[in-house]
């Protein structure tokens, strides 16, 4: 079984105007699309589309309509000139807890059937419940840790400009799996974060045991945001207008579009 708990913590880091650090452990998980219906029927403790202790709501993710994922997942990688072949498609998110949820971040791998990866998309959402999707196909090698680049083209914080380059660092989830997302500008580097965890098995034990350890996940994601954006007020960071999106958006970039950017 490829699906997985991931549990490790994030790291904020803000380089300038003024330097900031957050920290804080969490945990995710790898969710294989083929496996989530047995993950569920097996588990008295995680269930697929209604309420338990932990859930996964195909709703949560994609468009939002609840239309089969692996359908939604693989009209994007065609639109990114891949040919999906029925490879495994598998996701790294945060899963509901007593019916709540809130991912800034999720990942999707999507494979080929031989294992290779022919497409990484990075589904973001914002504290405002919009979404925008980069989908980047996997050029070059692969020797367990993926460097992709795109222009940033969505509102996430108050505290940051559109007007910035994104560089993706991924080790493909494996014993341990780590995403940063690096932002910069003109000027160079302005802000890190990243995820880092260690794999465990997907079993009612160990989900007893990460509900133990994180009774309020959600609570935790959602007052770190709110926290550290506290904090980047205080220290006179400017504050920029949030303007409201037409519905969710979707960045296909070549592997020739990055290297140009």
């Known amino acids: 079984m490829k699906s997985a708990i991931y ?3 994030v790291f904020h880091q803000r380089y300038r105007p003024r330097a900031h650090k957050l920290r804080y452990k969490v945990f995710q998980c790898l969710f294989d699309l083929d496996e989530i219906d047995g993950l569920s029927a097996r588990s008295r403790l995680f269930s697929r589309n209604r309420f338990n202790l932990f859930s996964f709501f195909d709703k949560d993710f994609g468009d939002r309509s609840g239309a089969p994922l692996r359908s939604q997942i693989e009209a ?3 639109q990114a000139g891949q040919e999906p072949d029925g490879g495994a498609i598998r996701l790294l998110t945060m899963p509901r807890m007593f019916g709540h949820v809130f991912n800034p971040l999720s990942v999707w791998f999507c ?3 031989d294992g290779s990866l022919s497409t990484i998309i990075y589904e973001v959402t914002n504290t405002f419940k919009e979404r925008h999707s980069y989908v980047i196909p996997v050029d070059g090698p692969q020797d367990g840790t ?3 680049a795109c222009d940033k083209c ?3 914080s108050p505290f940051m400009d559109i007007d910035m380059r994104y560089d993706f660092t991924v080790d493909v989830p494996g014993d341990r799996t780590k995403v940063i997302v690096e932002g910069g500008d003109a000027n160079g580097p302005l ?3 990243a995820f880092a965890g260690a794999r465990r098995e997907m079993s009612d034990g160990e989900w007893v ?3 133990v350890r994180h009774p309020l996940l959600t609570l935790k994601v959602v007052a770190g945001i709110h926290v550290e954006a506290l904090w980047l007020f205080l220290k006179r960071i400017g504050v920029r207008r949030h303007v ?3 519905g969710d958006g979707v960045s296909i970039v070549t592997p020739q579009m990055a290297a140009a950017e």
Do not use: D
């Open 191 to 193: 802000i890190m974060a």
């Open 154 to 156: 969505f509102y996430v």
């Open 76 to 78: 994007l990688v065609r």
């Open 146 to 148: 993926i460097r992709q």
């Open 7 to 9: 549990t490790g913590e």
């Open 111 to 113: 494979h080929r059937r």
């Open 209 to 211: 045991r990460q509900f």
């Open 244 to 246: 409201a999106t037409a």
